[in-house]
């Protein structure tokens, strides 16, 4: 699986957008960008995943470059209960594949 | 989206036991669960993974007689830690995959004394 680079460290306001950056610049065509992300003390939570198009769900959205060397997962109206460690993941999405998490980037939301 | 308990959340245990970890697939069939652990303040480590109905697959640097795995259903993979000691304490996490995707259970955090 590719590598992936997230900064350990983010702060965001409370009602503000989050906007959590990864680079992947060594993702194959056939491999899917994934975010999970997990609150303290629990296992993690799975949030959005795309191959190229931009994805939206009811957690977040999911910006994707054209070039596919890097994404942003942004959370659109943060709060507290956002605060937690976001692994950004690339994967090639088959049956045999286990996830790989890297360090994540561990977001502060604050009042 | 599915769901994966694990029993017990939290023990506590001394030094030389053996402790006994549950991982639960509770509305799917799951054929591969996957154990990883963690350390405070550090990302996710995989141990291993767990094939229903056959061996597990260790991960380097895991010891297979120290977290003995067993996958005897489709819903059902323990993880037992045997002779226990400090520096085995830690959270750990399984998640069970169902047809391309991992869900995760809630951990086990375990505090040897």
């Known amino acids: 699986d590719a590598k992936t680079t997230q900064p350990p460290s983010m702060d965001c306001a409370e009602g503000r957008a989050a906007n959590l950056p990864c680079n992947h610049s060594?993702?194959?065509?056939?491999?899917?960008v994934y975010w999970y992300r997990q609150i303290h003390s629990q296992g993690p939570q799975y949030i959005i995943h795309g191959l190229k198009n931009n994805e939206t769900n009811e957690m977040a959205s999911l910006i994707i470059t054209e070039d596919r060397k890097s994404s942003t997962l942004i959370l659109p109206h943060a709060t507290l209960r956002d605060t937690a460690v976001y692994y950004c993941?690339?994967?090639?999405?088959?049956?045999?594949?286990?996830?790989?998490f890297g360090g994540g980037t561990r977001l502060m939301v604050k009042p | 989206g599915a769901v994966v308990s694990q029993h017990p959340s939290r023990v506590i245990c001394k030094s030389g036991t053996s402790v006994k970890i549950e991982c639960r697939s509770l509305?799917?069939?799951?054929?591969?669960m996957f154990w990883y652990r963690q350390f405070p303040k550090k990302s996710l480590m995989l141990m291993a993974t767990?094939?229903?109905?056959?061996?597990?697959?260790?991960e380097q640097g895991v010891e297979k007689d120290k977290f003995l795995i067993n996958h005897a259903s489709l819903t059902l993979s323990t993880l037992t830690v045997t002779s226990a000691h400090p520096e085995d304490s830690s959270f750990y996490i399984c998640s069970a995959k169902i047809y391309n995707e991992q869900f995760f259970g809630p951990g086990t955090r375990l505090t040897v004394l």
């Open positions: 767990s094939n229903e109905g056959s061996k597990a697959t260790y």
């Open positions: 060594t993702i194959s065509g056939n491999e899917y």
């Open positions: 509305d799917f069939q799951a054929t591969t």
């Open positions: 993941i690339v994967r090639v999405n088959n049956a045999g594949n286990m996830l790989t």
